[in-house]
T-cell receptor, first 113, second 115 residues
């Protein structure tokens, strides 16, 4: 089967750095996306990695290792507004060769003052 | 401002009733999607459409129906055949390039509760 594993909850302190890991097992792989979702809100796109390495966008960075089927989202200089759920999603093809996203269950990030 | 509008935001339904959730986008995106989200879980794909007048079933299509008569609109009907419809429903769209990058744009969601 296809699955993505990420921790259900991570706690960190305001101003600190936190890493949210994602390991995947899928039949195909085209890239790894990260989304942020605040409680009751819509997911918003954060980043996408198709190649190995680190992509940096402001305080957020995303890393991918295709050989290890592993990626992570790194959040620096944590702010209270970063409290949210973070989802990883793998880009794959369905049986009709249409692009599809396979989603992890999400990691709830709790930030303490 | 371009975006995706879902309505209603909250909906209560009695068992045995069909309900239709609206999704409209003005981003000129070809592809549109419906997801279901249950507490503590990821998003599960119900239906998607890559072009007007065409749509495909996702992983959990049973008990749901859709139409795509216009590029801007992709309504979802939750039928009485859906055994456990209480959930948060999210509509999304993507541009052609977005399909290669996994970038979806989401509406604010519709929360359906069956009484």
């Amino acid at each position: 089967g296809q699955s993505l594993e990420q921790p259900s909850e991570v706690t960190a302190v305001e101003g600190a750095i936190v890493q949210i890991n994602c390991t995947y097992q899928t039949s195909g792989f085209y890239g790894l996306s990260w989304y942020q979702q605040h409680d009751g809100g819509a997911p918003t796109f954060l980043s996408y990695n198709a190649l190995d390495g680190l992509e940096e966008t402001g305080r957020f960075s995303s890393f991918l290792s295709r050989s290890d089927s592993y990626g992570y989202l790194l959040l620096q200089e944590l702010q209270m507004k970063d409290s949210a759920s973070y989802f990883c999603a793998v880009r794959d093809h369905d049986k009709d060769s249409n692009y599809q996203l396979i989603w992890g269950a999400g990691t709830k990030l709790i930030i303490k003052p | 401002d371009g975006g995706i509008t879902q309505s209603p935001k909250y909906l209560f339904r009695k068992e045995g009733q069909n309900v239709t959730l609206s999704c409209e986008q003005n981003l000129n995106h070809d592809a549109m999607y419906w997801y279901r989200q249950d507490p503590g879980q990821g998003l599960r794909l119900i239906y998607y459409s890559q072009i007007v007048n065409d749509f495909q079933k996702g992983d959990i299509a049973e008990g749901y129906s859709v139409s795509r008569e216009k590029k801007e609109s992709f309504p979802l009907t939750v039928t009485s055949a859906q055994k456990n419809p209480t959930a948060f429903y999210l509509c999304a769209s993507s541009a052609s390039s977005g399909r290669a990058t996994g970038e979806l744009f989401f509406g604010e969601g519709s929360r359906l509760t069956v009484l």
